[in-house]
Nanobody, 127 residues
Framework: QVRLVESGGGLVQAGGSLRLSCAAS????????MGWFRQAPGKERELVAGINWNGGRTYYADSVKGRFTISRDSAKNTVALQMNSLKPEDTAVYYCAADTDRYNIAVRTTRQSYDYWGQGTQVTVSS
């Protein structure tokens, strides 16, 4: 059974930091792009950060550029999202996802491109 399990969410004050982790099991994702999406109440799920299969290309939404950093450890089948300088508008459920279009150099940004999803972890930033 393929699973993506997120951890590291929580409540933090504005200006603080959190580090989200996603552990994959049941399948290796070392040849696949990975992404972190988020969904706030009443809003669409959006890609905030993505990384291609070899880590050579990354994508960040404009709203998080310079504050969030995505990384991966393919040997451990994990991907992380370091979130600094958090703002109340970063409050959302964060999802880890895998795009199984293998060896794709690009990071695809649409939700439909991602085939496996975690259950999500809540991030709440208080003002």
């Amino acid at each position: 059974q393929v699973r993506l399990v997120e951890s590291g969410g929580g409540l933090v004050q504005a200006g603080g930091s959190l580090r989200l982790s996603c552990a994959a099991s049941g399948r290796t994702f070392s040849r696949d792009a990975m992404g972190w999406f988020r969904q706030a109440p009443g809003k669409e799920r959006e890609l905030v950060a993505g990384i291609n299969w070899n880590g050579g290309r990354t994508y960040y939404a404009d709203s998080v550029k310079g504050r969030f950093t995505i990384s991966r450890d393919s040997a451990k089948n994990t991907v992380a999202l370091q979130m600094n300088s958090l703002k109340p508008e970063d409050t959302a459920v964060y999802y880890c996802a895998a795009d199984t279009d293998r060896y794709n150099i690009a990071v695809r940004t649409t939700r439909q491109s991602y085939d496996y999803w975690g259950q999500g972890t809540q991030v709440t930033v208080s003002s």
